[in-house]
């Protein structure tokens, strides 16, 4: 059974970045379309980009577009969210998930293995 952690989040100022990985054990990410989420207080969580398993095709939500870089390192079984640039709106606790089907869109209810998820905080 596919298990995921993620790890990599803390507290970093306006205009830093933070490397956020996702380790997989039990499977081979390989098998999924993997997608990082992310929940701010009080708001609903939402997607923010998605590795696809087939070709590594790749999607951002606007938010994020020119920020973030998603990529997978199939030999450490991991998959890693570069966020530069970040904002105080960046702020939340980060999520990766896995996906067996084929997805166009961060339809959340496609992906159904979650990591416990890693809180980013950034505040100056």
């Known amino acids: 059974q596919l298990q995921l952690v993620e790890s990599g989040g803390g507290l970093v100022q306006p205009g830093g970045s933070l490397r956020l990985s996702c380790a997989a054990s039990?499977?081979?990410?390989?098998?999924?379309?993997i997608g990082w989420f992310r929940q701010a207080p009080g708001k609903e969580r939402e997607g923010v980009s998605y590795?696809?398993?087939?070709?590594?095709?790749?999607y951002y939500a606007d938010s994020v577009k020119g920020r973030f870089t998603i990529s997978r390192d199939s030999a450490k079984n991991t998959v890693y969210l570069q966020m530069n640039s970040l904002k105080p709106e960046d702020t939340g606790v980060y999520y990766c998930?896995?996906?067996?089907?084929?997805?166009?869109?961060?339809?959340?209810?496609?992906?159904?293995?979650w990591g416990q998820g890693t809180q980013v905080t950034v505040s100056s």
């Open positions: 998930a896995a996906s067996p089907f084929t997805i166009t869109t961060m339809d959340i209810s496609l992906f159904g293995s």
């Open positions: 039990g499977d081979t990410l390989n098998n999924y379309n």
């Open positions: 590795i696809n398993n087939i070709d590594s095709t790749t």
